[in-house]
């Protein structure tokens, strides 16, 4: 398989780029902030603050475990699906297709991903309560991550409409 990129492809492939550079970024910097300033809690308001958390499991904490073997496995699963979006986003790149969906959840995954080697947990500290009712921690990588897939929702409930 070769994976070389077209001239036609270059400034396809270096806006998809730009993307990826700003999320990661963002999240590094949130995350580094994070890190420091919210060992303690940090209130805003009533309906938004930050609290220092490592995630060891997947979104919203579904399987987190302290056991050494669960943690390496959800990293083994999140790494599966990681590839396999980078696959399919290779695919959208040679085809020129959008795929800016793709993008967000690679960029916020890789970013994630580094945090389970850093840090052995991915640090989530975004926490919003309304009323007593509390939303899981999180952070911009996940957010990428949850925007990039209903990017790619909306592009193949669209794409079917049209067949």
Known sequence: MKLALKPSMISFFKKYSVLAIVVV???????????????????????????LAFNRGISWSLF??????SFAMVTVLVLAVTAMVAWHAWQGLR????????????????????DRFAYGG????????YHGYCWPLFNIADIA???????????????????
């Not at 991550?145 to 067949?163: D, F």
Request: hydrophobic share 50%; proline share 1%.
């Open 95 to 114: 085809e020129k297709r959008n795929i800016r969906g793709e993008v967000l959840v690679l960029a916020g995954a890789l970013s994630n991903v580094y």
């Open 122 to 129: 991915v640090v989530d500290f975004i926490a919003l309560e």
């Open 145 to 163: 991550v949850v925007v990039g897939v209903i990017v790619m929702v909306y592009q193949i409930i669209r794409h079917e409409a049209r067949s």
């Open 64 to 69: 987190h475990s302290e056991l050494a073997f």
């Open 25 to 51: 970024v963002s999240d590094r910097i949130t995350k580094a902030w994070a890190l420091t300033a919210c060992v303690k809690p940090y209130v805003v308001n009533s309906w938004f603050s930050c609290s």
